[in-house]
């Protein structure tokens, strides 16, 4: 089975630039999260995805962060415009959802943002 | 407001031996637990569960304990291999599907 498939794996940009992730999930999971892991913390959730609908979005910087998975399968997360404290390591997971209970989610390598 | 807290920051445990890591958490609404092993550069690879029914899931070299009234969980490797040195996060959540509450992690080093 293939798992949670994320591009690119590294990316460095200057502040006030924009920058887009991409996130695969595996096959037939109908629930997507992105999360952010900045250095010596745990992943934090930034949108939730439940198909192509969002479920939670309440921790996302929303004037600057956005994404979007408008087939049910893919999603794209962007940042516009990026900040200093935006460095750190943007995780994709995916689980079955719908209604599977208890089901753990499966992450990605995940991107790593550098601001300079 | 830290809900899930691993105090822990760093174990080293010889070769063959126990590795017993811990994590704390203080929301009563969390139903479902989970272990996250991480190497460098790659993601959380998921690693064993335990619902709040029951207090002790077992899966080949790792058993997790759960304690509800103390709020209280516990990953346990036997033995202890050195390709399991690696950062350990403890994750709740409250209901399937629900996002994860991440601990900050313990660096398990396992020494031959």
């Known amino acids: 089975e293939a798992g949670v498939a994320q591009s690119p794996r590294y990316k460095i940009i200057e502040k006030r630039q924009s920058v887009a992730f991409w996130c695969n999930p595996i096959?037939?999971?109908?629930?997507l999260y992105w999360y952010q892991q900045i250095l010596g913390q745990g992943p934090k959730l930034l949108i939730q995805?439940?198909?192509?609908?969002?479920?939670?979005d309440s921790q996302l910087p929303k004037d600057r962060f956005s994404a979007e998975r408008l087939k049910g399968v893919d999603s794209t997360l962007k940042i516009q415009p990026a900040k200093l404290e935006d460095s750190a390591v943007y995780l994709c997971?995916?689980?079955?959802?719908?209604?599977?209970?208890?089901?753990?989610?499966?992450f990605g390598d995940g991107t790593r943002l550098s601001i300079l | 407001d830290q809900q899930v807290k691993q105090n822990s920051p760093s174990l080293s445990v010889q070769e063959g031996r126990i590795s017993i890591l811990n994590c704390d958490y203080t929301?009563?609404?969390?139903?479902?637990f989970l272990w996250y092993k991480k190497y460098p550069a790659e993601g959380p690879t998921f690693l064993i569960s335990?619902?709040?029914?029951?207090d002790k899931n077992e899966d080949g070299r790792f058993t997790v304990f759960l304690n509800k009234s103390a709020k209280h969980l516990s990953l346990h490797i036997v033995p202890s291999q050195p390709g399991d040195s690696a950062v350990y996060f403890c994750?709740?959540?409250?209901?399937?599907?629900?996002?994860?509450?991440f601990g900050t992690g313990t660096q398990l080093k396992v020494e031959l």
């Open positions: 997971a995916s689980s079955l959802g719908g209604g599977y209970s208890n089901q753990p989610q499966h």
């Open positions: 929301n009563s609404m969390f139903d479902y």
């Open positions: 096959s037939g999971h109908a629930t």
């Open positions: 335990i619902s709040s029914i029951k």
């Open positions: 995805f439940q198909n192509n609908g969002v479920v939670d």
């Open positions: 994750a709740a959540t409250t209901g399937g599907g629900n996002k994860l509450t």
